[in-house]
């Protein structure tokens, strides 16, 4: 079973600044098959990129996503203060089961 | 807009029997996996189940192999989530979910407790 770790698990930045986000799979993964949800209190996950780089409908493109292997980002280019929540990275497609990340909180600082 | 509408969550004692229902509605049903995805009160998202379209392929978390049972009805454009033998670990906030090996789709959930 793969499993995903997700770096920060805590990250604190100010609206107007770049956020890196980092999911690690325990083992190499083929890249198409990696998602990034964002979650905010009392909502459901909203996807935003899958197969690793391509964003989701409606999504903004200060979202993107990339990686490779082991090591996947999700980067947002410039936070807005609705950016705010907390980001889940999942990878499918290599086996039945399916994997998430335990999550990074983006908080403002 | 697709929508996807959870109900029958609510409080259970250990060892009792809750059905959920996930009613979905704008797209064609038959054609998509769905998924069953909870997330325990101040946790992250677990997978729980998932179905083919044609309702022949299902696969569970070993957290609830052998006590919960995924199926569809794909005349009612509905999912469902039979869970038998609940536990006090089984609190969650459970999501169907549009299921294309990424999840695109979510509904808003349905909270089930397992107290006593």
């Known amino acids: 079973e793969i499993v995903l770790t997700q770096s920060p698990g805590t990250l604190s930045l100010s609206p107007g600044e770049r956020a890196t986000l980092s999911c690690r799979a325990s083992q190499s993964v083929s890249s198409s098959y990696f998602a990034w949800y964002q979650q905010k209190p009392g909502q459901a996950p909203r996807l935003l990129i899958y197969?690793?780089?391509s964003r989701a409908t409606g999504i903004p493109d200060r979202f993107s996503g990339s990686g490779s292997g082991t090591e996947f980002t999700l980067t947002i280019s410039r936070l807005e203060p609705e950016d705010f929540a907390v980001y889940y990275c999942?990878?499918?497609?290599?086996?039945?089961?399916?994997?998430f990340g335990q999550g990074t909180r983006l908080e403002i600082k | 807009q697709v929508q996807l509408v959870e109900s029958g969550g609510g409080l259970v004692k250990p060892g009792g029997s809750l059905r959920l229902s996930c009613a979905v509605s704008?797209?064609?049903?038959?054609?998509?996996?769905m998924s069953w995805i909870r997330q325990a009160p101040g946790k992250g998202l677990e997978w729980v189940s998932y179905?083919?379209?044609?309702?022949?392929?299902?696969y569970y978390a070993d957290s609830v192999k052998g006590r919960f049972t995924i199926s569809r009805d794909n005349s009612k454009n509905s999912l469902y989530l039979q869970m038998n033998s609940l536990r006090a670990d089984d609190t969650a906030v459970y999501y169907c979910?549009?299921?294309?090996?990424?999840?695109?789709?979510w509904g808003q959930g349905t909270l089930v407790t397992v107290s006593s």
């Open positions: 704008r797209f064609t049903f038959s054609d998509y996996y």
């Open positions: 979910a549009r299921d294309r090996g990424f999840h695109d789709y």
């Open positions: 999942q990878h499918y497609g290599s086996s039945p089961q399916v994997t």
């Open positions: 197969d690793a780089s």
């Open positions: 179905i083919s379209g044609s309702g022949t392929t299902m």
